[in-house]
Every structure is written in structure tokens, then in C-alpha cells.
């Protein structure tokens, strides 16, 4: 091997491994990034959702929403429901992410949000509208 293969292979090698890590540190913030930008996306979603109790704030009333049929009639009931598939709905968002990081914050959360619209969960009605992973994630709550 002359000096000059040498060297050119020496220079490969080494661009070689500079791109490698470029890609890894690439790949690395890409994720911090993802985890960080997810987090302010459910935090101002999740915010919208208490702007909308603040104007009911019946719907957070843990009696009132364990016995929603009863406790809500016409519009009220309808809102309710609308807003208790609102927070099921960006729950199992959060649970999609299937984000480690994220559910530290946020498994809280859906706990909260579990015990507070459980009867509207398991009505018959609405089991459909969420993927058995996410219905089976709730069922271990």
C-alpha cells in the first residue's frame, strides 16, 4: 500500500464515520424534539379541553358524570357526551404515542380523566370508537 492509498483510505474512513454520527446525533435530536414538540401539542389541547369545563364545569363534577344519564337531560346531556368523547378521544392520542417520556407527565392524566368519564367509557355504544390496545390499556387503569 502506497502513502497516498493510505491516506485516501484513511480520509474515507474517517468521512465515513463523521457521517455515521452526524446521522446518530441527527436521529437522537430528532426524538428529543419529537417528545418535546408532543408535549406542547397535548398541553395546549389539553388546555382547550379545561377551557371548555370552566364554561361546564358540571362536566368535571366526578358525581355528576358517574350518573350522567340522569344528572344531564337534553343539550347539557349531549355536551356532556360530546366532551367526555373529546377527553377519551385525546387520552388514547396520548396512549398512541406510545412515548415513555410523554406518559410520564401525562399517565396521570388519563388516570384523572378515566375515573372522572369511566361511565361514558363503558357504555356499549362507545366501545367502538377506540382500538382494542387502547380499551385494553383502560381496563388495567
Known amino acids: 500500500m502506497t502513502t497516498i ?3 485516501s483510505l ?3 474512513s474517517v468521512a465515513t464515520l463523521l457521517a455515521a454520527v452526524a446521522i446518530l446525533l441527527y436521529v437522537i435530536f ?3 424534539d419529537k417528545t418535546t414538540n408532543s408535549y406542547d401539542v397535548f398541553d395546549s389541547t389539553y388546555m382547550e379541553l379545561l377551557k371548555i369545563a370552566m364554561d361546564n364545569p358540571s362536566f368535571r363534577n ?3 358524570t358517574q350518573q350522567y344519564e340522569m344528572a344531564f337531560s337534553g343539550d347539557q346531556k349531549i355536551k356532556y357526551e360530546l366532551y367526555a368523547f373529546m377527553c377519551w378521544n385525546f387520552c388514547e392520542t396520548v396512549f398512541d404515542k406510545q412515548d415513555k ?7 396521570v392524566i388519563i388516570q384523572s380523566e378515566s375515573q372522572l368519564h369511566a361511565k361514558w367509557f363503558e357504555k356499549l355504544e362507545n366501545y367502538d370508537k377506540f382500538k382494542p390496545s387502547f380499551r385494553k390499556y383502560v381496563a388495567k387503569l
Open 101 to 107: 417520556e410523554l406518559m410520564k407527565t401525562w399517565a
Open 5 to 7: 492509498e493510505f491516506w
Open 62 to 64: 366526578f358525581e355528576l
Open 10 to 12: 484513511l480520509v474515507d
Open 30 to 32: 430528532w426524538f428529543r
